[in-house]
């Protein structure tokens, strides 16, 4: 049997959780949501009218740690409504970046442009930035 003191506090602990993840969903959506709105295409998709992004209808989010680096990737599905089309935006966000949003509306599906935000996390394609340390030998 959990102890009452024991069980408030690993409920405490799980609510604290949820509010901090609720935080980082909340983000994630409000910087999709500034993404589409300014993406020439989603609006040519959408309907050139007010476009409106609502609240998530699935969200997953995973953490992993390996050799104490720690890692995790939030993925949301959004309703997108144009005055043409109505869709859904899937957002894959990593280490609170934003790494991809893709837009589906009317049979078509378009990738959202995450424009300086998207250059500033990936290194030119082909290249790995690399450090050689040379270990001293002499000491055996």
Not at 100 to 127: C, D, Q, T
């Amino acid at each position: 049997r959990l102890s009452l003191p024991l069980f408030s506090r690993l409920l405490g602990d799980a609510f604290e959780l949820m509010s901090e993840q609720q935080g980082v969903v909340d983000s994630i959506q409000a910087e999709a949501k500034e993404l589409i709105l300014g993406d020439p295409n989603a609006r040519s998709l959408l309907g050139s009218g007010p476009l409106e992004v609502g609240f998530p209808l699935s969200q997953s989010s995973s953490s992993s740690s390996i050799n104490g680096v720690s890692s995790s990737v939030v993925q949301l599905t959004l309703p997108v409504r144009g005055s043409a089309k109505d869709g859904v935006a899937q957002v894959v966000s990593r280490n609170g970046r934003m790494q991809e949003i893709l837009l589906e509306a009317g049979g078509y599906s378009i990738n959202v442009s995450i424009g300086a935000k998207e250059r500033e996390r990936r290194p030119p394609s082909g290249v790995i930035e690399a450090e050689i340390i040379e270990k001293d030998q002499s000491k055996k």
